[in-house]
């Protein structure tokens, strides 16, 4: 079946950085994506992965290996708005999205 | 946990047919559901609020009469998309709140439209 994992919640300090981790196990992979989602509000895309490597935007980097299914979102300096829900989704062979169920991040002062 | 199942997860029609896709929660009942839209590399817009036995609430720009929603069970909205053009061509995607509410949602797997 398809899977994908990633902790379901974290807890980090202002200002420090904090990594969070996804595996998955697809039919397929046409690229992962991380977003970024408040309480109550649609998710925001952060970044998207389809080839090895680190991408880094600004604060945020994102981190694939396929062979290994694996992938990493690093906040760096993080602030007290960081705190929300991160969600990796993997886009399949069929061009379907699986979710994870997503990290609640915890920022404490 | 809680899952959404949203079909068809890939459709060609041509242009000016209309194109239905439907949201089903599994295991839950879900009050309010939400349609959104998302181009490549960019970020979830959501189209509208579907609540269970009443109209749908639409985002600013969004044409009513061209994306029809309708939710009429705790388990199933659907949207038409009528008279499809190339532009409509895109990913939508459906989300429902968990049985604990709308903080936390579960997300179908998309649906690939490509009008030609």
């Known amino acids: 079946g398809q899977n994908i994992d990633q902790p379901t919640e974290m807890t980090a300090t202002e200002g420090a950085i904090v990594q969070i981790n996804c595996t998955y196990q697809?039919?397929?992979?046409?690229?992962l994506f991380w977003y970024q989602q408040h309480a109550g509000e649609a998710p925001t895309f952060l970044s998207y992965?389809?080839l090895d490597g680190l991408e880094e935007k600004g604060r945020f980097s994102s981190f694939l290996s396929r062979s290994k299914g694996y992938s990493y979102l690093l906040l760096k300096e993080l602030q007290m708005k960081d705190s929300a829900s991160y969600l990796c989704?993997?886009?399949?062979?069929?061009?379907?999205?699986?979710w994870g169920a997503g990290t609640k991040l915890i920022i404490k002062p | 946990g809680a899952v959404v199942s949203q079909h068809p997860s890939w459709v060609i029609c041509k242009s000016g047919t209309s194109v239905k896709i439907e949201c089903r929660s599994l295991d839950f009942q879900a009050t309010t559901m939400f349609w959104y839209r998302q181009f490549p590399k960019q970020s979830l817009m959501l189209m509208a609020t579907?609540?269970?036995?009443?109209?749908?609430?639409?985002e600013q720009g969004v044409e009513k009469d061209k994306f029809l929603i309708n939710h009429a069970s705790l388990t199933l909205s659907t949207l038409t998309v009528t008279s499809a053009h190339p532009e409509d061509s895109s990913f939508y995607i459906c989300?429902?709140?968990?049985?604990?509410?709308?903080?936390?949602?579960?997300f179908g797997s998309g649906t690939q439209l490509s009008v030609l």
């Open positions: 989704a993997v886009l399949d062979s069929n061009y379907q999205l699986i």
């Open positions: 697809t039919s397929g992979f046409n690229g």
């Open positions: 579907s609540n269970e036995g009443s109209k749908a609430t639409y």
């Open positions: 989300s429902a709140g968990g049985p604990g509410g709308n903080e936390k949602l579960f």
């Open positions: 992965n389809v």
